[in-house]
């Protein structure tokens, strides 16, 4: 079975899957051939990147899925300089990863594997509790507390926090102790090699006392309905 979104206790810049995805800024002008390898991951899922003026600032692939030439997956997506191309493999349960090459396809002039300065990684944990971030390329090591959603608090209208939380990797994670809610999007932006991988040490189910607080509400709302019975 798949990891949801809701139980995955890993993210790795590496091995791209789930609510995660890479952004790789293509300066130079010209034509290049980017290929999505990994366990499970389709024969020969190649897609085409021009870089030209004129062309867009931004070209999403979802590496995971076999391209199609009928206006759906195109193989082919032309940027402006400067552009990025964002990766996503949300269907890939093993990972999967993405090398781009130029005119000699012997050695990728990139490797997803080992971000570089200008990329991108965004990653979403949804897990209640304690996160470990880590560059493992680097070393550099970085806490994150994802928060329990009390349904006491939220009953009283209280929201969880929305925005997104910026993140600078490579030699250091800054900051390297973050909180942040469910649904917060981590956003990493990256200045020296990493990979960097976000695995759950410790779960946070809740504090204790929540079984009898739902409880008692279930009890207050089957009386609404049913009338509240005679001692």
């Given at each position: 079975m798949f990891p949801t979104m809701l139980t995955r206790t890993q993210f790795d810049s590496g091995a791209l899957a789930g609510l995660a995805s890479?952004?790789?800024?293509?300066?130079?002008?010209?034509?290049?051939?980017?290929a999505a390898a990994g366990r499970r991951v389709a024969p020969r899922s190649e897609f085409d990147?021009?870089?030209r003026d004129g062309g867009k600032a931004r070209y999403a692939i979802e590496l995971a899925q076999e391209p199609r030439n009928d206006g759906i997956g195109l193989r082919e997506g032309v940027l402006a300089p400067g552009g990025r191309i964002n990766l996503a493999a949300r269907a890939a349960p093993a990972g999967c990863h993405a090398l781009l090459f130029g005119g000699q396809r012997e050695a990728p002039l990139w490797d997803s594997r080992a971000l570089q300065e200008g990329d991108g990684y965004a990653c979403m944990p949804m897990r209640p509790g304690a996160w470990r971030i880590e560059?493992?390329?680097?070393?550099?090591?970085?806490?994150?507390?994802?928060?329990y959603p009390d349904p006491r608090a939220i009953a009283q209208?209280?929201?969880p926090a929305a925005t997104p939380v910026q993140v600078r990797a490579g030699t250091a994670i800054t900051p390297d102790d973050?909180?942040?809610?469910p649904g917060q999007l981590l956003v990493f932006a990256v200045d020296s090699p990493c990979r960097l991988v976000v695995t759950l040490e410790e779960p946070d189910d809740g504090p204790p006392e929540l079984a009898a607080w739902r409880e008692e509400r279930s009890r207050a709302a089957l009386e609404r309905v049913l009338g509240r019975r005679p001692d």
């Amino acid at each position: 079975m798949f990891p949801t979104m809701l139980t995955r206790t890993q993210f790795d810049s590496g091995a791209l899957a789930g609510l995660a995805s890479i952004a790789h800024p293509m300066r130079e002008t010209g034509h290049w051939r980017l290929a999505a390898a990994g366990r499970r991951v389709a024969p020969r899922s190649e897609f085409d990147v021009i870089v030209r003026d004129g062309g867009k600032a931004r070209y999403a692939i979802e590496l995971a899925q076999e391209p199609r030439n009928d206006g759906i997956g195109l193989r082919e997506g032309v940027l402006a300089p400067g552009g990025r191309i964002n990766l996503a493999a949300r269907a890939a349960p093993a990972g999967c990863h993405a090398l781009l090459f130029g005119g000699q396809r012997e050695a990728p002039l990139w490797d997803s594997r080992a971000l570089q300065e200008g990329d991108g990684y965004a990653c979403m944990p949804m897990r209640p509790g304690a996160w470990r971030i880590e560059n493992v390329l680097g070393g550099a090591v970085g806490r994150l507390r994802v928060n329990y959603p009390d349904p006491r608090a939220i009953a009283q209208g209280m929201r969880p926090a929305a925005t997104p939380v910026q993140v600078r990797a490579g030699t250091a994670i800054t900051p390297d102790d973050l909180r942040i809610d469910p649904g917060q999007l981590l956003v990493f932006a990256v200045d020296s090699p990493c990979r960097l991988v976000v695995t759950l040490e410790e779960p946070d189910d809740g504090p204790p006392e929540l079984a009898a607080w739902r409880e008692e509400r279930s009890r207050a709302a089957l009386e609404r309905v049913l009338g509240r019975r005679p001692d």
